[in-house]
């Protein structure tokens, strides 16, 4: 079993940047896929970005293609996501998420992904 633990949400005005910060326990995450996902109230969780198991290859939703950039600490068992330019449209609750099984690159629907966090807030004021 892995425990993921999102931090690093909050409000924020546009234009403004936050680093979010997922940590996991129970496993390393050092094999697996990851994700960032979010999801805004009465909206579907969306895709955000992915970047996998070694780090070496990324991938965004067109929507924070620029702006965002997903990064992993292996040796931390943490994995990044950096909001740069922040709209209000970005904002969500954001989830980060787990491919145990590495079945490909990128996965991008929610249902593809084994683990999940309980999500951090980002707020972002006009």
């Known amino acids: 079993q892995v425990q993921l633990v999102e931090s690093g949400g909050g409000l924020v005005q546009a234009g403004g940047s936050l680093r979010l910060s997922c940590v996991a326990s129970?496993?390393?995450?050092?094999?697996?896929?990851m994700a960032w996902f979010r999801q805004a109230p009465g909206m579907e969780r969306e895709f955000v970005a992915a970047?996998?198991?070694?780090?070496?290859?990324?991938y965004y939703a067109d929507s924070v293609k620029g702006r965002f950039t997903i990064s992993r600490d292996r040796g931390k068992n943490t994995v990044y996501l950096q909001l740069n330019s922040l709209k209000p449209e970005d904002k969500a609750v954001y989830y980060c998420?787990?491919?145990?099984?590495?079945?490909?690159?990128?996965?991008?629907?929610?249902?593809?992904?084994?683990?999940w966090g309980q999500g951090t807030q980002v707020t972002v004021s006009s």
């Open positions: 129970g496993r390393t995450l050092s094999r697996y896929g």
């Open positions: 998420a787990a491919d145990a099984e590495y079945r490909a690159f990128p996965l991008t629907h929610y249902y593809e992904y084994d683990y």
């Open positions: 970047i996998s198991w070694s780090g070496g290859l990324t």
